[in-house]
């Protein structure tokens, strides 16, 4: 019974290209919700996802951030120009029925951007 | 969203010792609020959780004491252990309305010494 998968682990990108994050949930989750940690900060909210949904996007900044979970394949939290500010922790978090009970957190992806 | 505040941002404890770690929020509409634990290169993993209808909840070494007229909680880690090194995080949440994300304070590093 595999937890919530992301990858890739560690993301090198140069600044204005494009950092493209997957997430596949645990087996019969079917929400998504995606947070960014900076260093000596703690988790902030991006976004909730359902199937083919989004439920909430307020942490999302306005530009360049992007996210989905498609029907079929993995929730992709897609970032386009990439600069340095960027550069963070991205985990996906998963649960069966919300929040309330507590989320399974992937193992990240680390982002740097050069 | 409402902020969580937490402290102290770094603690050092010996073997066997009390780790206290203190939380405070503002949005009295949380009704759920967790403690995550996270090793280096891994994601947050739900260590125990209240909800504010009790004032403590015990399980095992970690205790969560809650105090909701001073809207502050704290865990208390029993006979700490150098296996307890780690991050902690609070967190709050609550139902309804449009985001079902949690929001968390910025961490406290703890380490114990053996």
């Known amino acids: 019974n595999a937890g919530v998968m992301q990858n890739p682990r560690h993301l090198v990108r140069r600044r204005g290209q494009e950092a493209r994050l997957r997430c596949s949930p645990m087996?019969?989750?079917?929400?998504v919700y995606w947070y960014r940690q900076l260093p000596e900060e703690g988790l902030k909210f991006m976004v909730y996802?359902?199937?083919?949904?989004?439920?909430?996007e307020s942490g999302m900044p306005k530009e360049r951030f992007s996210a989905e979970f498609p029907k079929e394949g993995p929730s992709i939290l897609r970032i386009q120009q990439v600069v340095r500010g960027d550069s963070a922790a991205y985990f996906c978090?998963?649960?069966?029925?919300?929040?309330?009970?507590?989320?399974?957190f992937g193992s990240g992806t680390r982002l740097t951007v050069v | 969203q409402q902020q969580v505040k937490q402290s102290p941002q770094s603690l050092i404890v010996q073997k066997g010792g009390i780790s206290i770690i203190n939380c405070a929020y503002e949005n009295t509409a949380f009704d759920y609020f967790p403690w995550y634990q996270q090793f280096p290169g891994k994601g947050p993993a739900l260590l125990i959780a209240?909800?504010?209808?009790?004032s403590e909840k015990k399980e095992g070494r970690f205790t969560i004491s809650f105090n909701k007229s001073a809207k502050q909680f704290s865990l208390h880690i029993m006979d700490s252990q150098p296996g307890d090194s780690a991050t902690y995080f609070c967190?709050?949440?609550?139902?309804?309305?449009?985001?079902?994300?949690?929001?968390f304070g910025k961490g406290t590093h703890l380490i114990i010494q053996p």
């Open positions: 209240i909800r504010p209808d009790v």
């Open positions: 996802l359902q199937k083919e949904n989004i439920i909430d």
């Open positions: 978090a998963s649960s069966v029925t919300g929040a309330r009970y507590g989320y399974t």
């Open positions: 087996k019969g989750h079917s929400h």
């Open positions: 967190a709050g949440t609550y139902s309804g309305g449009g985001a079902d994300g949690l929001t």
